[in-house]
C-alpha cells in the first residue's frame, strides 16, 4: 500500500462516502479478540523508508510457514521469465486484444498455448482457456449431454468436492441428472451407463491416485469419458489422454506458473477430440499466411454468441483468462523438456514423506495405491497436537465424513526434504 498520509478530516469524508460512522465498522467481520486495540510499538514520525526499514525488521521475527495443503490449488516456484513477459503493457490489458491486425502477439501465445496444451494431453484441439478448471468441466459436462442428445452424466465420487458443487449449480441450471459413481478403496468403482451421456473423472483423483482410466474406458464404451485434472503438472510424467481414448480433458492451469493468490483467478484447460472441435466453448487462434506469403495468427473458430446465431451457441462465456494463459505458455515454454523432471521431484517427494509417516505409530497410509503428489493419510489426535503449527493438509472429514482424523497431505519442489524432515523430527519427538 502507498505511503499516503490524510487529514481527520479526509477520513471523515471518506468514512461518509462509504456510508459508515467508523474505521472499525469496515473490520466488524473479524473476531474481536482478534482486534488490535493498543499502538503499535513502533516511533513517531518515521519517513517512509524508515518505517519500511522498521517492518522489515520487525518481519525477521517471523518463523517460515511449512505447508501441505494442495486439493485444487498448488504452491509452485514461478521462474522469473514468467512475470517478465507477462508484466509488459501491451500484454497487461484490461481486454484479451484480439483483432489479427493489431494483436499478433495475443494470437500467437494463444496458438502456442493450445498446441502445448495438446502435446501434453494428446488430445486434437484446445480452446484459448476458460475461467478455472471447475467451469471448464462444467462446460464439459453440458457439451457431453449436447452431444449424445441425454440429460444425465454419472461423476465419480473421488472427483474434487467443490468442483461436484460447481456441476450442480450448472446442472440445476441446465435440467442435467447428475448421478453420483461410489469409490473402493479411493478409487472409482463398478458403474452403469444406461441413459447416460458421459463419465466424468478425476485423474490424479481428489485423493491423489491414479485411476484405471483402461478399466473405466472399457465400462463405459457407448458414453463420452471425461477427465478433470486439479494438478496438470502430473501429465509431464502419466500416460497421454489420447491413448485411453478419452473425449474430453479439462484442468486447472494455476500450476503451470500462476501464483496460489488465496485461491484465484485459475486458468480452466479444456481440450477435445477433433470430432467435438464445433462443440468446444470459447474461440481458437489458428496459423496462416497474409497475402505476401508472411506467417501470421488468427482467430479461426468462434463458437460464441457474439460469431453466431445465439441458438447456436456453445457457451456463454465470453472471455478467457487471457494472461493466465500467457503465463501458463511462458512457464511450458521456460521448462521444456525439464517438465518431466520437475514432475518426477514432485512425484518423489510424496513417496519418501507417505513412506516415513507410515512407519510412525498413529500414522497411516489411507490408501495403498499409486499416487501423484498426493495422499491420504489418518492422523491419531495426540500426534495433531505436536504439528498444530504445520498446515498438514486438508481435512478430507468436512467432504468425506467417515474419514475421520485424515488429511489430503501434498509435496511440491516448494516444500523440499529438508523441510519433510524437520516435520518428521517434531512428530517423533
Same mark, same amino acid.
Given at each position: 500500500?502507498?505511503?499516503i498520509? @490524510? /487529514?481527520? @478530516? ?6 461518509? +462516502?462509504? &456510508? ?14 482478534? *482486534?488490535?486495540?493498543? %499502538? ?21 521475527? @517471523? ?29 497487461? /490489458?484490461?481486454?484479451? %486484444?484480439?483483432? =489479427? ?16 496444451i495438446?502435446?501434453? /494431453?494428446?488430445?486434437?484441439?484446445? $480452446?484459448?482457456?476458460?475461467?478455472? &478448471?471447475?467451469? !471448464? ?9 449436447r ?34 459413481? +461410489?469409490?473402493?478403496?479411493?478409487? /472409482? ?5 444406461? &441413459?447416460?451421456?458421459? *463419465?466424468?473423472?478425476? $485423474? ?5 491416485l ?20 486439479t494438478? =496438470? ?6 500416460? =497421454? ?17 500462476? =501464483? ?19 462443440? *468446444? ?38 472471455? $478467457? ?9 511462458v512457464?511450458?515454454?521456460?521448462? !521444456? ?8 521431484? @514432485? ?13 510412525i ?7 495403498d495405491?499409486?499416487?501423484? $503428489? ?11 497436537s ?6 498438514? !493438509? ?6 468425506? %465424513? +467417515? ?10 519442489e ?16
Amino acid at each position: 500500500m502507498d505511503y499516503i498520509s @490524510n /487529514t481527520d @478530516n479526509d477520513r471523515a469524508l471518506m468514512l461518509k +462516502d462509504i &456510508g459508515v460512522q467508523d474505521v472499525m465498522d469496515l473490520f466488524k467481520d473479524i473476531p474481536d479478540s482478534l *482486534i488490535l486495540r493498543n %499502538p503499535l510499538r513502533i516511533p513517531d514520525q518515521l519517513s517512509e523508508f524508515e518505517l519500511l526499514r522498521e517492518l522489515e525488521n520487525i518481519s525477521k521475527k @517471523n518463523r517460515r510457514h511449512v505447508s501441505f495443503l494442495g486439493g485444487g490449488n498448488y504452491n509452485h516456484y514461478i521462474p522469473s521469465t514468467v512475470n517478465a513477459v507477462t508484466s509488459r503493457g501491451e500484454f497487461s /490489458t484490461a481486454y484479451t %486484444p484480439y483483432q =489479427p491486425e493489431i494483436s499478433q502477439g495475443t494470437l500467437q501465445a494463444i496458438f502456442e498455448y493450445q498446441s502445448m496444451i495438446c502435446e501434453l /494431453t494428446g488430445m486434437d484441439v484446445s $480452446n484459448a482457456s476458460m475461467y478455472d &478448471g471447475a467451469t !471448464g468441466l462444467a462446460e464439459s459436462m453440458i457439451l457431453s449431454t449436447r452431444i449424445k442428445g441425454k440429460k444425465q452424466v454419472l461423476v465419480s465420487h473421488a472427483l474434487n468436492p467443490l468442483y461436484r458443487e460447481v456441476l450442480e449449480t450448472y446442472a440445476r441450471a441446465s435440467e442435467i441428472r447428475i448421478v453420483e459413481v +461410489d469409490i473402493k478403496d479411493g478409487l /472409482t468403482s463398478d458403474f452403469k451407463t444406461d &441413459g447416460s451421456a458421459a *463419465i466424468i473423472i478425476q $485423474n490424479p483423483n481428489f485423493f491423489g491416485l491414479i485411476e484405471n482410466l483402461d478399466g473405466i474406458r472399457k465400462k463405459a464404451e457407448d458414453i463420452l469419458l471425461i477427465t478433470s485434472t486439479t494438478e =496438470p503438472l502430473s501429465w509431464a510424467i502419466l500416460k =497421454p489422454f489420447s491413448e485411453y481414448d478419452v473425449d474430453i480433458v479439462t484442468a486447472e492451469g494455476q500450476s503451470f506458473g500462476n =501464483p496460489m493468490n488465496f485461491g484465484g483467478p485459475g486458468l480452466g484447460i479444456i481440450a477435445v477430440k477433433q470430432d467435438y472441435v464445433r462443440q *468446444i466453448p470459447g474461440r481458437l487462434a489458428g496459423e496462416t499466411v497474409d497475402i505476401h506469403g508472411k506467417r501470421g495468427f488468427a482467430l479461426t473458430l468462434c463458437t460464441r454468441e457474439q460469431h453466431i446465431r445465439r441458438e447456436k451457441a456453445t457457451s456463454n462465456i465470453c472471455t $478467457n483468462e487471457g494472461l493466465c494463459m500467457l503465463a501458463a505458455s511462458v512457464y511450458l515454454v521456460t521448462y !521444456g523438456k525439464n517438465l518431466g523432471k520437475l514432475a518426477r521431484l @514432485n512425484n518423489q517427494l510424496a513417496i519418501y514423506f507417505a513412506d516415513k509417516l507410515n512407519q510412525i505409530e498413529g500414522v497411516d497410509l489411507v490408501f495403498d495405491k499409486p499416487f501423484f $503428489n498426493e495422499f491420504v493419510v489418518r492422523i491419531r489426535k495426540d500426534i495433531q497436537s505436536k504439528i498444530s503449527h504445520i498446515e498438514i !493438509g486438508i481435512s478430507l472429514e468436512k467432504y468425506y %465424513p +467417515d474419514l475421520e482424523n485424515c488429511y489430503l497431505v501434498c509435496c511440491t519442489e516448494m516444500t523440499p526434504k529438508e523441510y519433510i524432515d524437520r516435520v518428521l523430527d517434531e512428530i517423533t519427538q
